[in-house]
């Protein structure tokens, strides 16, 4: 069963950091894009990062540029997301996603056709 899973998520202080990782073990990377979403409450799903399966090259929302750094590790079968400088903002449910590297918008979560389960980032003081 082809799967993503999530870890890494928790509370930090504002202004700490947090490494997300996804478990993609089912997945051959350079045919698929990785995407990164969040979910705050109250709030619509936000393409937040995503890393292109073709050349690896990443995609970032402009609230997190400069701050948060994707990457993958094709030999470990996992996709990371670094986030520092973290921000009460910042706090959602963070949800990994991959869709065929189709060169699709990075951050239409309807182009994605498997979604890990989430995990909590919660930023607060």
């Known amino acids: 069963q082809v799967q993503l899973v999530e870890s890494g998520g928790g509370l930090v202080q504002p202004g700490g950091s947090l490494r997300l990782s996804c478990s993609a073990s089912?997945?051959?990377?350079?045919?698929?894009?990785f995407g990164w979403f969040r979910q705050a409450p109250g709030k619509g799903r936000e393409g937040v990062s995503c890393i292109r399966g073709a050349d690896g090259s990443p995609v970032y929302e402009d609230s997190v540029k400069g701050r948060f750094s994707i990457s993958r590790d094709p030999a470990k079968k996992t996709v990371y997301l670094q986030m520092n400088s973290l921000e009460p903002e910042d706090t959602a449910v963070y949800s990994c996603?991959?869709?065929?590297?189709?060169?699709?918008?990075?951050?239409?979560?309807?182009?994605?056709?498997?979604w890990g389960q989430g995990t909590q980032v919660t930023v607060s003081s």
């Open positions: 089912e997945f051959t990377f350079q045919y698929y894009d």
């Open positions: 996603a991959a869709a065929a590297a189709l060169g699709n918008t990075y951050s239409d979560g309807r182009t994605y056709s498997y």
